[in-house]
DNA sequence: TAAAATTTGACAGTTACTATCAAAAGAAAT
DNA sequence: ATTTCTTTTGATAGTAACTGTCAAATTTTA
């Protein structure tokens, strides 16, 4: 996100980051005040100030711009840290929880508006579900590893799914209620997971 | 699928019936012999012999085309059919194995060459991810009838939104084993949701 | 058979995205 | 500081998915 060190870069890296950055902001803005297919992508390259051939340089589709982040370090991170006598369960909803606890009240905004806008509009919601089937995939290793097991394994990648199958519809169902507490919500649909899936 | 019975449909809707299977028809061989993304709707309109622009009077986009199908039905025929002393997930986990078990071989080799298409091309598996949101709200309100709660409560949001996850996790696996046996896969990942995500 | 309603195809236009290549800018070497 | 090398950029041209419009063709109804 933000340039980093300025003696680790040159002058280019951090150039670049910088270009990267405006470029998310002007789009974030654009579809906030137009909506997100009336925006074309000539006027976010035209809003800062790069051409439209070097707007595909930097994010390989319209969609990407928006959706591009940077959680699975920190989830990963997030979920090395908890202790071990967690179950896996237990250890996942924690990482969750905890990851989103250490965002700051700007980042947790922008991570609302974002979510509301990419649920809303169809194209946006069918890249991020399909963005999340890495997560999914991350999450398999991660577990595997915890376990001793392979991240092919069936109970492996059973596990992984109904997690994520719980993020998509905690996603689903938050992106319509704006005033809701995202980790809370996720918070209690993975303790219901915990608890065999009550009823 | 088929043109249906001949008494209740005017001409107009049987030949519009018969017109979209031939497209559907031709566009999946066309996906076959070219790929998915080197075939143009221009070709599959040709072979189908109708004009580009009726292709898009059929299927909104070229996704569309592959991905349109009428399971939805059937699904909740298979749930509705399960006898009321069954949990709710064993209800679900029954539905889905008879009903993939009710298909004929034709119609499963089918869904085989679909789901490896899908769920190899990028746009189509997120389009196909997008769709099976409305599955899980099909199946939200499936449960929540049969529990008597409403589909927005919050156990039983988690509840569809797991046993989704675990169906994509599923797909995804099988479109990389063309030999596994889909209806085992599913039901084994569905007996260890079942069994408390054991590992 | 005539009139009304629906479906179709032709056409023109927009926009996301790709490929190519020469110019501009930064990094490295002298 | 100047030159050389490498990377980044913008201009241009092109493809293909989609949208809107309208007149012609087809089906239904009277």
Same mark, same amino acid.
């Given at each position: 996100?933000? !340039?980093?060190?300025?003696?680790?870069?040159?002058?280019?890296? $951090?150039?670049?980051?910088?270009?990267?950055?405006?470029?998310?902001?002007?789009?974030? $803005?654009?579809?906030?005040?137009?909506?997100?297919?009336?925006? *074309?992508? %000539?006027?976010?390259?035209?809003?800062?100030?790069?051409?439209?051939? *070097?707007?595909?340089?930097?994010?390989?589709?319209?969609?990407?711009?928006?959706?591009?982040? @940077?959680?699975?370090?920190?989830?990963?991170?997030? #979920?090395? /840290?908890?202790?071990?006598?967690?179950?896996? +369960?237990?250890?996942?909803?924690? &990482? #969750?929880?905890?990851?989103? &606890?250490?965002?700051?009240?700007? %980042?947790?905004?922008?991570?609302?508006? $974002?979510?509301?806008?990419?649920?809303?509009?169809? %194209?946006?919601?069918?890249?991020?579900? @399909? @963005? +999340?089937?890495?997560?999914?995939?991350? =999450?398999?290793?991660?577990?595997?590893?915890?376990?001793?097991?392979?991240?092919?394994?069936?109970?492996? $990648?059973? #596990? &992984?799914? /109904?997690? =994520?199958?719980? @993020? =998509?519809?905690?996603?689903?169902?938050?992106?319509?209620?704006?005033?809701?507490?995202?980790?809370?919500?996720?918070? %209690?649909?993975?303790?219901?997971?915990?608890?065999?899936? !009550?009823?």
């Amino acid at each position: 996100m933000s !340039p980093d060190d300025k003696r680790t870069m040159g002058l280019r890296e $951090r150039k670049k980051a910088k270009t990267m950055a405006a470029v998310q902001m002007h789009a974030l $803005r654009l579809f906030r005040e137009l909506g997100y297919n009336a925006t *074309t992508v %000539e006027q976010i390259a035209e809003a800062a100030e790069i051409s439209p051939s *070097t707007f595909f340089r930097y994010f390989p589709t319209k969609e990407d711009v928006l959706l591009r982040d @940077n959680y699975d370090p920190v989830l990963v991170a997030a #979920f090395e /840290a908890q202790p071990s006598d967690l179950s896996p +369960l237990q250890a996942v909803r924690r &990482a #969750f929880v905890s990851a989103i &606890a250490d965002m700051s009240a700007d %980042e947790l905004a922008m991570v609302r508006e $974002r979510d509301q806008l990419i649920m809303s509009v169809p %194209e946006l919601r069918a890249a991020a579900l @399909n @963005n +999340l089937t890495q997560t999914m995939q991350l =999450i398999a290793e991660l577990v595997a590893k915890r376990v001793d097991r392979k991240p092919d394994d069936a109970a492996v $990648r059973t #596990f &992984a799914g /109904a997690v =994520i199958g719980v @993020n =998509i519809s905690v996603m689903l169902y938050y992106a319509e209620r704006p005033d809701a507490d995202f980790a809370g919500l996720l918070d %209690e649909a993975l303790s219901k997971l915990e608890a065999g899936l !009550p009823l």
